[in-house]
Structures are given as C-alpha cells and as structure tokens.
C-alpha cells in the first residue's frame, strides 16, 4: 500500500519554465489538495479537488492549474515558474475533506527551487 | 471565511512535563472539524488528533488530548509527559462546509532533556 506518492522529490527549475508537480493515491480517496509549505507561513491551501473532474481553488491558487481526471491522480502545474514558487509542496488526500477521524494521508513533499 | 491563529511561534518544555500548544479559530459555520498534525524535522506531516464541532466530549489519542472550548472558539493540543521525541513542528488545521482544509502557521516545540 504506497498511500500518497508525489514526484519528483527535488527539483530545480529556471524561471519561466514549466512543470507538473505529480501525485497518486492507491487508497480511493475522494478529496485530494495541494499545499506550499514555506517557513513562517505554515501550509497553504492552493488548489483542492473533491472528486475526479471537480477542483477548485484554495487560497493561493495565482500561477498554478490542476485537473482530475481520475480518483487517483492530482497533478498540479507550474505554467511559468517564478522565484516566488520556491517551496515544499505536498500532496494530500482523505477520504472526504473532513469527518471523525479522517485526517488526511500526506506525500512526502517536492522541494522546488525556481532560480 | 475560516482562519485559524497559533500564537506561539515556539516552545521550550522540560522533558515529562506537559505541554500545551494554542489554536483559535473563525468560522462562521455550526459544524466543523479541526485537526493537529505533527511534522518532525525530517519533514513528513503526521495526523496526530480530530475533534467534530458537534463532539461533546474532548478527543484523546493517546499522550494526546484536544481541549477544545467552543464557545471561545479555541482548540488547544495537549500532550502529557512530553518526549524527546515529541520536537517537532506542530500544526492546527480546520475544514467546514467549504470543503477546505486550512493550516495555521504552526509552532515549533523544542524538548529539553
């Protein structure tokens, strides 16, 4: 069972490049998101998705897109990378966004740095 | 719109005491959840504790307990007999009807031997 597993786990890209940050789940989860961790700032929320083909946005969702075209698969894009994007990403996923006891099941983050 | 506020950046704590961390919350909605979570230094993020806005009795896991005051609209971690191994990042989060789940922006627990 490999719960949530994102790739790559380190990156570096030049601004203005593009990437897709990848993330699956085996566990059926409905609800999966996307946070950036930056120091002093805890996790924000920057795109959620709460079943295959409905997302929506958190509270930084500015230079990135995801899709969800599968329970399984939450992959978010950088379109344009900025400095302002360096960070740790993680992907997460629950089997609905809250209720007793459903915290959510974490990857193990992606450090980009966009230089 | 839901907002959740630690006000500790950090903490020092002596080995086998007990510890609490602070969390207060806004939100306008009658039923919510809120969460713990624990990050270690090796950075993975560890669910540690839930409590329903409808729970009328405080969670417990363990060594760990959530005192959770609604009318004050505070949900605070506490965690008995402290570890070394209880150093870490710690996070308060909360979800409602929005279907969001939002982090505060934690504190950092350090354990003295």
């Known amino acids: 069972n490999a719960g949530v597993t994102q790739t790559p786990k380190f990156q570096v890209l030049k601004t203005g490049q593009s990437m897709t940050l990848q993330c699956a789940q085996d566990?059926?989860?409905?609800?999966m998101s996307w946070y950036r961790q930056d120091p002093g700032m805890g996790l924000r929320l920057i795109h959620y998705?709460?079943?295959?083909?409905?997302?929506d946005q958190g509270e930084v969702p500015n230079g990135y897109n995801v899709s969800r075209s599968t329970t399984e698969d939450f992959p978010l894009r950088l379109l344009s990378a900025a400095p302002s994007q360096t960070s740790v990403y993680f992907c997460?996923?629950?089997?609905?966004?809250?209720?007793?006891?459903?915290?959510?099941?974490f990857g193990s983050g992606t450090r980009l740095t966009v230089v | 719109a839901q907002k959740i506020t630690q006000t500790q950046p950090g903490m020092f704590v002596q080995e086998k005491e007990a510890v609490t961390l602070d969390c207060t919350y806004d939100?306008?909605?009658?039923?919510?959840?809120l969460f713990w979570y624990k990050q270690p230094s090796s950075g993975e993020m560890i669910f540690l504790i839930y409590?329903?806005?409808?729970?009328?009795q405080n969670a417990t896991e363990g060594r760990y307990s959530l005192n959770f005051q609604k009318a004050r609209k505070s949900a605070n971690l506490v965690i008995s007999a402290s570890q070394l191994g209880d150093s870490a990042m710690y996070f308060c989060?909360?979800?409602?009807?929005?279907?969001?789940?939002?982090f505060g922006k934690g504190t950092r627990l350090h354990i003295l031997p």
């Open positions: 997460a996923s629950s089997p609905t966004a809250g209720g007793p006891g459903y915290g959510y099941t």
């Open positions: 989060a909360m979800t409602n009807r929005d279907d969001k789940i939002i």
């Open positions: 939100t306008s909605d009658q039923s919510y959840g």
């Open positions: 998705s709460v079943g295959a083909g409905i997302t």
């Open positions: 566990m059926n989860h409905e609800y």
């Open positions: 409590q329903g806005s409808y729970d009328e």
